[in-house]
Structures are given as C-alpha cells and as structure tokens.
C-alpha cells in the first residue's frame, strides 16, 4: 500500500513538473494530489519528519513559510479581510520547497523529474517561437507562449533558460536534451520582449557561471549579449531601457511614486493584501494614464500592502532559501555544490532581480516554478547527505 502510494505521489508531482509551462490548472492539480498522497502515506509523512529532526536547513525552510504565513495573516486583517482571502491561495505553494524530499528518494526518479522539466519547457518554448513568429496570440509581437500572458511566460522561461544552463555545462544527463531546452527556452525569453528580464538573465547568469567555473557559460553569456545588441528590434527596445521620455518609463515613474506614498502612509502592517488598484489610483499623479492592480515590483507591493512586517518576512524567507540552496552536502570533504543547487540559485536570482521591475511574486505559474527548481534541488542535497560514503553511484546532480 505504503509503495503504491509512494508511486502515486511521484506521478503526480512528475504532472506537476510537465505542466510548469503549460498553465496553472495542471500545476494546480498535480500540487493537491501530490500533497494528499504524502500526507496518506506513513513513509513519506516519516521522511519529512526525519528531515525536520536532523537537518538545519530543513527546519531553517519550515520556520521560513511559517513567519511568511504570520505575515499574510497580519496583512489579511489590515485590510479588507474579504477581499485579502484570494491572495492566500498562493501560500500553500511554498511547500513545494519541501514536498519533493519526500517523493524524489532515488537517483532515478530525480533524473526523470529533471528529463520532464527540460522537456516540457523545450515543448513549450518550442509551440510559443512558433506561434510569435504567425503573429498569434493575445499580444502580437510579444511571445505569449502555452501559458497565454507574455509576462507570465517571461517569468517561468526566464528560470527555466538558467536551470537548463548549468545542467548543461555540468554535464548533467541527458545533456543533449538540457542543451536543446536552453537554447529553445532562451530564445523563447529574448521573444517576449521583456526588458527587466533580460536583465535579470544576464546577472543570474554571471553567478551561474561563477559557481560552474565554465568557460562554455561565459561564452553563452557573450553571445546572449551579443544577440540582445545585433538583432535590431531587441536593440530598441533594450535602448528604451535608458530613456527617460519613453512613455512606459514615464507611467512606471508614476507608479512607483504612488507606491512610495502608500508606504510612507502605512509603513508598518500596509493597507492589507485586498486589490490595491482604488488606492493606487487616489495617489498617482493626475496626469498618470495606466490602471493597474499592483506596482510593478515585488519590494515595494510587499511593502505596500504588508508594511514593514511583510518585507521583513519575505527577506527573511529569501535568506532561508538561499542558505538551504547554497549549503554543501559534505562541507568537510569540499565537496562541490550540485549542479541543481546551483540551478536553483540562479533560477532564485533571476527571480529576484526580474522582480524589482515586475510584480513576479504575485504571478502563481512563475512562484509554482521557483518552488518546484528549489525543491528538487532540495531533495538532490538531502539524497547527497545521507547517501554511504562508499556508494558507486552518486546521484545526478554531482555527475
């Protein structure tokens, strides 16, 4: 029974992973099964447990989502409680951070978790190229790819493109495969014409490549560059980034001073997590033109709508994940972070520097990938951790 169950949940989580690209309601699905197959099996809810008893970092994560989840409950009462409920179906997504310790217990499953994500994403990169060069979509010009939102396709391909880097310069099997899937994911992102996350790529990719110590990354990096300069509609849009009379720098200029106001109003709880947009528009200049529901980055929504309270709980949730990420499994022996370690933590970089510009937090299919990358290289760590010492086949993520 305890076996069939066990099978079940990595079924289920291995949906999850097909559908990272593809949309919320698979990843939705393959989330609630998984996590109701592990709390049914007594081996699974024991593995979690173990973890919790004897790993630091494991515990370090839990006490992580739990001042996260004090925060939003804080939050939630700050404003209209109602409204703010809605904001709280993305919490539960955080357990994906932990979740794959109990289900990805072998070199092989972790291999198969890893062989779907870089599959998946080379499909769906692959359906959205084609359909941006037709002129499909809701946003002709922009890559709208499976999911259907330009934005929201940036935010998951902007990971992805990074992760299957560094599988593929540490050779990480099935290698052909990650080479393929960056190259496909990356030029999906340069399509969606997303300035911010360009960005974001090329400083998370000099950390990749710091961390690999691969000359094939450095050469990526120049060449990513380069194509951002050559290709002349990418060009012009990169120039825009500099120009302070561009309309869109204009309105984000707007925006982000209502939001500046906001916080100085209510700088310790926020106005609550309900929709912002009422407020937002009572302290924009009059001469303003976009409508939006949220301020284009994730500090300073956090800090509007969750006050300082808030913010000290995201970046005390974002000093948890890094250290968990960046713990050696043998600190004693020197051996090399893995290689979805070190995916996890650009993945977790872009993340954070794309979500300056952009309200990626709020964004459930982007959030559902982050947690999902660090949590497979979660599991990757604690398999290191307790595998013999005289064991003939190390894992993936240190091959």
């Known amino acids: ?112 978790a890893v062989t779907v994500f870089a599959l998946a994403f080379l499909l769906a990169a692959i359906a959205g190229l084609r359909e941006q060069a037709r002129g499909l979509g809701d946003h002709p010009g922009r890559l709208d790819g499976p999911i259907g939102f330009y934005m929201t396709s940036t935010g998951v391909f902007l990971q992805a493109s990074l992760v299957c880097l560094v599988l593929a310069l540490r050779s990480a099997a099935p290698r052909l495969l990650h080479i393929a899937a960056f190259f496909t994911t990356t030029a999906a992102l340069v399509f969606t014409y997303t300035r911010a ?27 990513f560059a380069g194509a951002l300069l050559v290709y002349a509609p990418v060009r012009e849009r990169l120039v825009t980034s500099w120009d302070a009379g561009y309309a869109l720098n204009v309105e984000r200029t707007y925006l982000w001073d209502a939001g500046i106001s906001l916080v100085r109003e209510k700088p310790v709880f926020g106005w609550g997590l309900q929709n912002l947009e009422p ?12 409508r939006l529901t949220h301020l284009h980055s994730n500090w300073l929504q956090t800090a509007a709508a969750m006050g300082a309270v808030g913010l000290a709980a995201l970046l005390h949730w974002i000093v948890r994940l890094y250290a968990a990420l960046g713990a050696r499994t043998k600190p004693r022996s020197g051996t090399q972070r893995s290689a979805l370690s070190i995916a996890a933590i650009a993945a977790l970089t872009a993340f954070l520097l794309h979500g300056t510009l952009e309200w990626n937090l709020g964004d459930s299919e982007v959030i559902t990938t982050l947690y999902t990358i660090a949590g497979l290289a979660l599991a990757a760590n604690q398999r290191r951790r307790t595998m013999r010492p005289d064991s003939s086949r190390p894992p993936l993520s240190n091959r």
């Open 197 to 223: 996350a360009w960005f974001a790529w090329l400083g998370a990719a000099m950390i990749a490549i710091v961390l690999t110590r691969s000359r094939a990354g450095a050469a990526a990096l120049v060449v």
């Open 1 to 112: 029974m305890q076996t069939g169950l066990d099978r079940a949940a990595f079924f289920t989580f291995l949906a999850l992973v097909a559908f990272l690209p593809f949309g919320i309601a698979g990843q939705q699905l393959g989330f609630a099964a998984t996590l109701l197959l592990v709390a049914c099996n007594p081996a699974a809810r024991a593995r979690l447990v173990d973890r919790w008893r004897s790993s630091p970092w494991f515990r370090g994560i839990v006490y992580g989502i739990a001042v996260w989840a004090t925060a939003l409950m804080i939050a939630l009462f700050a404003g209209d409680a109602g409204a703010g409920f809605r904001e709280l179906r993305k919490f539960p997504l955080m357990l994906l951070t932990i979740l794959p310790v109990a289900v990805i217990t072998t070199a092989g499953r972790e291999r198969a």
């Open 279 to 290: 407020v937002i528009a009572s302290h924009r200049a009059p001469e303003a033109k976009e």
